[in-house]
């Protein structure tokens, strides 16, 4: 098998149902590489009969699944992708093309919801607080921090990202915005997940998030 283009890492914790969706749309030149993170339905088992590379983490939350991931994997640019079917792995060149082609050092999906389902109106509001605070720590004019984006494997580990739990994606774009990256985003779909989230789904994940972040922004 030729080395892959991109790796793409998805954090997966109990995803069985939304995995056989997820892996069968990978656009060619991108290799899964779905890290577990202490699932109970059989998740690794199903990615790995699919063919996904899949790598265990027994440190919980987010962040540490995603650097798991990012240290696991080989190609020269990784992208980042829930596993929950919340959006379309078909649509990952939007992200991946512009890193590959240099153009720019990380770009973010910005998800488009195609039915008021996918995005409760109550995530859009923190989402649109979460970017105003963004541009005001970083001057960086983001409209979404969303799950899907792309970045160079080597840069992104020079960066020296320590959290472990939901502020790992605002710490990267934080982090990646004080080192003089170029940053953008373009427009992708948001589906309706399989399933409730492991970060906003509840009001303690919620709860822990908006803390994650906020010491993110205070550091």
Same mark, same amino acid.
């Not at 972040?213 to 550091?219: D, E, G």
């Given at each position: 098998?030729?080395?892959?283009? $991109?790796?793409?890492?998805?954090?997966?914790?109990?995803?069985?149902?939304?995995?056989?969706?997820?892996?069968?749309?990978l656009?060619? !030149? $991108?290799?899964? @590489?779905?890290?577990?993170?202490?699932s &109970?339905? !059989?998740?690794?088992?199903?990615?790995?009969? %699919?063919?996904?590379t $899949?790598?265990?983490?027994? =440190?919980?939350?987010?962040?540490?699944?995603?650097?798991?991931?990012?240290?696991?994997?080989?190609?020269?640019?990784?992208?980042? =992708?829930?596993?929950?079917?919340?959006?379309?792995?078909?649509?990952?060149?939007?992200? &991946?093309?512009?890193?590959?082609?240099?153009?720019?050092?990380?770009?973010?999906?910005?998800?488009?919801?195609?039915?008021?389902?996918?995005?409760?109106?109550?995530?859009?509001?923190?989402n649109?607080?979460?970017?105003?605070?963004?541009?005001?720590?970083?001057?960086?004019?983001?409209?979404?921090?969303?799950?899907?984006?792309?970045?160079?494997?080597?840069? =992104?580990?020079? %960066?020296?990202?320590?959290?472990?739990?939901?502020?790992?994606? =605002?710490?990267?774009?934080?982090?990646?915005?004080?080192?003089?990256?170029?940053?953008?985003?373009?427009? $992708?779909?948001?589906?309706?997940?399989?399933?409730?989230?492991? @970060? &906003?789904?509840?009001? %303690?994940?919620?709860?822990?998030?908006?803390?994650d972040? &906020?010491?993110?922004?205070?550091?």
């Open positions: 098998m030729s080395p892959a283009e $991109v790796d793409l890492i998805l954090p997966c914790l109990n995803e069985a149902s939304a995995l056989p969706w997820v892996l069968d749309r656009p060619a !030149g $991108v290799r899964a @590489v779905v890290v577990d993170n202490g &109970t339905d !059989g998740s690794p088992e199903i990615a790995a009969g %699919l063919g996904a $899949v790598v265990r983490c027994d =440190l919980r939350g987010y962040g540490a699944a995603c650097h798991a991931g990012l240290e696991a994997s080989t190609a020269q640019v990784v992208a980042f =992708l829930d596993a929950d079917a919340s959006l379309d792995p078909q649509q990952l060149v939007r992200v &991946t093309a512009p890193v590959l082609a240099g153009q720019i050092d990380l770009m973010l999906g910005r998800r488009r919801p195609i039915s008021r389902d996918a995005w409760p109106w109550h995530l859009r509001v923190a649109a607080e979460l970017s105003r605070r963004i541009r005001r720590r970083t001057g960086v004019r983001l409209r979404d921090l969303g799950p899907m984006r792309a970045a160079r494997r080597e840069a =992104l580990l020079g %960066l020296q990202l320590t959290d472990r739990r939901s502020g790992y994606p =605002l710490e990267t774009v934080v982090r990646a915005a004080d080192a003089g990256w170029r940053i953008a985003e373009v427009d $992708v779909d948001y589906l309706p997940r399989s399933g409730r989230s492991k @970060v &906003t789904g509840t009001p %303690l994940g919620a709860a822990r998030a908006v803390k972040m &906020t010491k993110v922004l205070s550091a």
